[in-house]
């Protein structure tokens, strides 16, 4: 049984949104055409409190996309985005809603970031994803979303830790990094991941 993730295609991770990764848009289209292929698609949104700890702006005197040590973890401080309720945090409207079974939200703890879908940063809590998917008979994840080298790496580095077959689309994902993102990927090749074109899924 094979899952599509789709991870935060988020109003805010697109171009003209508060944290736009770029040409994000392009994956829309793809993301809308890859459901059919899929037994069950689960979205995810990253949602946070305003004030989220995770926001340069609730750091007198330090910038945007400068790292801190926020309580013991490494943390990119990032520009307000994605704050619970807001338009931006919505999934964007042309993403094909209608197939979406279940929709995870994540990084709603005010004092720690969940880049991965699975577990907020410092694994200290499970959102519950990986016990829904076996729940429903899960044993291959396919990843696709914003950002490649953030939420969708460590997305699919926790389904392979978690025992899942992950693939990531590598067209129906767009990095914040090229560099972050080539280093992502050689690491999850490395721990048995897999990374194919959308047109190998469309194809079978
Ligand atoms: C993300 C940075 C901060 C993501 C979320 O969805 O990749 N990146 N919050
Ligand atoms: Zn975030």
Redesign the pocket.
């Known amino acids: 049984m094979k899952a599509l993730l789709l991870?935060?295609i988020?109003n805010d991770?697109l171009p003209g949104g508060r944290?736009a990764?770029a040409d994000g848009d392009a994956i829309i289209p793809i993301a809308n055409a890859l459901q059919a292929q899929f037994d069950l698609v689960v979205a995810t949104q990253?949602w946070?409190p305003a004030g989220h700890q995770?926001f340069a702006s609730s750091h007198a005197g330090r910038s945007q996309f400068e790292q801190i040590d926020l309580y013991g973890l490494p943390q990119?401080l990032?520009p307000d985005?994605?704050t619970q309720a807001s338009t931006g945090a919505e999934l964007v409207p042309a993403l094909h809603a209608e197939r979406i079974e279940a929709i995870f939200r994540k990084?709603t703890n005010p004092e720690i970031?969940s880049?991965s879908a699975f577990f907020d940063n410092g694994h200290r809590k499970s959102t519950g994803l990986a016990d829904y998917l076996r729940g429903r008979g899960v044993t291959e994840v396919y990843v696709a979303?914003?950002?490649a080298?953030?939420?969708?790496y460590f997305t699919a580095k926790d389904a392979l830790a978690e025992g899942f077959a992950a693939t990531v689309i590598e067209d129906a994902t767009r990095a914040?990094s090229a560099d972050g993102w080539a280093q992502a990927k050689a690491d999850l090749q490395q721990r048995g991941g897999q990374l194919i074109n959308s047109t190998e899924v469309l194809a079978g």
């Open positions: 991870i935060d988020q991770f944290l990764v990253d946070h995770s990119v990032w985005h994605c990084g970031d880049y979303g914003l950002a080298d953030y939420c969708v914040i």
